[in-house]
Nanobody, 122 residues
Framework: QVQLVESGGGLVQAGGSLRLSCAAS????????MGWFRQAPGKEREFVAAISWSGSSTDYADSVKGRFTISRDNAKNTVYLQMNSLKPEDTAVYYC???????????????WGQGTQVTVSS
């Protein structure tokens, strides 16, 4: 069992930055790939970024490539999402998830956090 808790969301102006954190419980964190997803009101949950269990492989949605960076610290059981050059369209609830592979598909993740709100004002 893995429990995930996101933090770091908030209100920021367009062009600003935020860093989201996702703290995991359990000693098996380092065996899971991790993903970040987001969901805006009235829209489906969408893939943002993923990272392999070792951190050696990452993947990003085209909409965030070059602006967001996913990383992890297995010693701290934490995965991060550094978000720069934020846009109003990045406004959403952001979720972290743990699964066997870093997939684009939410259904392939086993564990989810409760989400953290990110609001970008124009």
């Amino acid at each position: 069992q893995v429990q995930l808790v996101e933090s770091g969301g908030g209100l920021v102006q367009a062009g600003g930055s935020l860093r989201l954190s996702c703290a995991a419980s359990g000693r098996t964190f380092s065996s899971y790939a991790m993903g970040w997803f987001r969901q805006a009101p009235g829209k489906e949950r969408e893939f943002v970024a993923a990272i392999s269990w070792s951190g050696s492989s990452t993947d990003y949605a085209d909409s965030v490539k070059g602006r967001f960076t996913i990383s992890r610290d297995n010693a701290k059981n934490t995965v991060y999402l550094q978000m720069n050059s934020l846009k109003p369209e990045d406004t959403a609830v952001y979720y972290c998830a743990a699964g066997p592979v870093g997939s684009y598909y939410p259904g392939e993740y086993d564990y989810w956090g409760q989400g953290t709100q990110v609001t970008v004002s124009s």
